[in-house]
T-cell receptor
């Protein structure tokens, strides 16, 4: 069964702390994504990675960085957490069928609800 | 640029009512279209998809037909249950180089089904 896991379901951090959110997938997927989800704003892409050590900025990368040292693991880093980063963070992965150039569905983890006080 | 517009919620229905959640899109080329569902306290999961015009995706009693002439992918279910209460997201991807890894998302439509 397809599995994307996130390190924490709930996290409370203080302003200025460095925060690590970890995501692991067991499907050997090439692509991994980090989103944040806020009421009324839907899902917004923060960063994605299409290979080990490769990353691309999404729509809202400011204040975040990412790391992908192994294919199965994709980490989101908040260098200095702020209250504006209080949100639900969702990790996803997908495979890419290169011959057809079509990306198949994304598989999501359960999410991490981060509160920054 | 590519975009997805879906009807605003919340949508509140009684059990066994008919459901339609509208989704329209703007995209160059021939996108693939998806509906995802997010149950309370969970991540998103794929509900159904369609990859070419006139395809009908279906799952768990839900259906959506890829209509290229109206650029729409409306979600329907003939008889909703309380367990269908969730947030529903419409999304698309296009196979353009550099963009074919990302999904373009609608803002989501919250559905509440009362017994």
């Amino acid at each position: 069964d397809v599995k994307v896991t996130q390190s924490s379901r709930y996290l409370v951090k203080r302003t200025g702390e460095k925060v690590f959110l970890e995501c692991v997938q067991d499907m050997d997927h090439e692509n991994m994504f980090w989103y944040r989800q806020d009421p009324g704003l839907g899902l917004r892409l923060i960063y994605f990675s299409y290979d080990v050590k490769m990353k691309e900025k999404g729509d809202i990368p400011e204040g975040y960085s990412v790391s992908r040292e192994k294919k199965e693991r994709f980490s989101l880093i908040l260098e200095s957490a702020s209250t504006s980063q209080t949100s639900m963070y969702l990790c996803a992965s997908s495979t890419l069928r290169l011959r057809q150039g079509i990306m198949y569905e994304q598989y999501f983890g359960p999410g991490t609800r981060l509160t920054v006080t | 640029g590519d975009s997805v517009t879906q009807m605003e919620g919340p949508v509140t229905l009684s059990e066994e009512a008919f459901l339609t959640i509208n989704c329209t899109y703007t995209a160059t080329g021939y996108p693939s279209l998806f509906w995802y569902v997010q149950y309370p306290g969970e991540g998103l999961q794929l509900l159904l998809k369609a990859t070419k015009a006139d395809d009908k995706g279906s799952n768990k009693g839900f259906e959506a037909t890829y209509r290229k002439e109206t650029t729409s992918f409306h979600l329907e279910k003939g008889s909703v249950q309380v367990s269908d209460s969730a947030v529903y997201f419409c999304a698309l991807t296009t196979p353009r180089a550099g963009n074919n890894r990302k999904l373009i998302w609608g803002l989501g439509t919250s559905l509440a089904v009362n017994p």
